[in-house]
C-alpha cells in the first residue's frame, strides 16, 4: 500500500463546516513534483476547506519567499509571493467539465491538496523574473552586453559578405527595381 501524503486530507471524518490547516512549503516539495526553478523555497500555506453537503470549498492562502534566478543578470534573489486561490471538490459520480471543480467520486476519502499548492505557487510567479531596480549584478550584465556587440559585429560581417556573394543575375533585378524605385 503507498504511503499517504501529508498534503491528504480525509474528509469523511470532517463535520460539515469550516476546517482550517497549515503546511510548511521548502524546496523539497517542488523538487519532489519535479519543479527544480527554485533554488530555495520557503512558504507557509493556510488552507480553509469548508464541507457542505454536496462539495469542499477550499481557499488556499500562500505566504512567502522563493529564491529565483533573474532573467536579466543570472543572479539568484528572493522573491515575495503572497496569493490566494479557490477550488471546489464536488461530489459526483460522472466527470465535471470545469478547472476549477475537481470531482471527488463515491469511494474517495479523501484530497490530496499538492497539486493546488503547486499550481498556484507558480501562478503567482512574475513572466518576467528580475531583480528590483538597481540590484542586478552590473559585472554580469557588462559581460553581456560585451558577448552581444561581440555576436553583432560577427553577424555584421556575415551579412556584408553574404552582399557580396549575391548572384549576378539576382544583382541585375536588383538594379532595374532600384532604377524603378528612384523614378518616384
Not at 55 to 64: C, H, K, T
Not at 74 to 98: A, H, M, R
Not at 106 to 111: G, K, L, R, Y
Request: proline share 4%.
Amino acid at each position: 500500500m503507498a504511503r499517504k501524503s501529508e498534503y491528504n486530507i480525509g474528509f469523511t471524518g470532517l463535520t460539515d463546516g469550516k476546517h482550517q490547516f497549515t503546511f510548511e512549503i521548502e524546496n523539497k516539495f517542488f523538487e519532489q513534483l519535479g519543479y527544480t526553478e527554485f533554488k530555495k523555497a520557503k512558504l507557509h500555506v493556510e488552507l480553509v476547506l469548508e464541507k457542505k453537503p454536496n462539495m469542499l470549498i477550499a481557499d488556499f492562502a500562500i505566504n512567502g519567499m522563493v529564491n529565483l534566478m533573474c532573467d536579466r543578470c543570472t543572479d539568484y534573489f528572493d522573491f515575495p509571493l503572497n496569493g490566494t486561490g479557490n477550488l471546489i471538490y464536488k461530489f459526483s459520480e460522472n466527470d465535471l467539465d470545469d478547472e476549477n471543480v475537481v470531482t471527488i467520486y463515491p469511494n474517495e476519502t479523501d484530497v490530496d491538496v499538492a497539486q493546488p499548492i503547486y499550481e498556484f505557487t507558480l501562478l503567482m510567479l512574475p513572466a518576467r523574473r528580475v531583480h528590483p531596480e538597481g540590484k542586478c549584478n552590473q559585472e554580469m550584465l557588462n559581460d553581456i552586453d560585451n558577448y552581444l556587440m561581440i555576436e553583432q559585429t560577427a553577424a555584421e560581417e556575415k551579412n556584408e559578405t553574404n552582399i557580396e556573394e549575391v548572384d549576378p543575375r539576382w544583382a541585375a533585378l536588383d538594379k532595374l527595381k532600384n532604377k524603378h524605385n528612384n523614378k518616384k
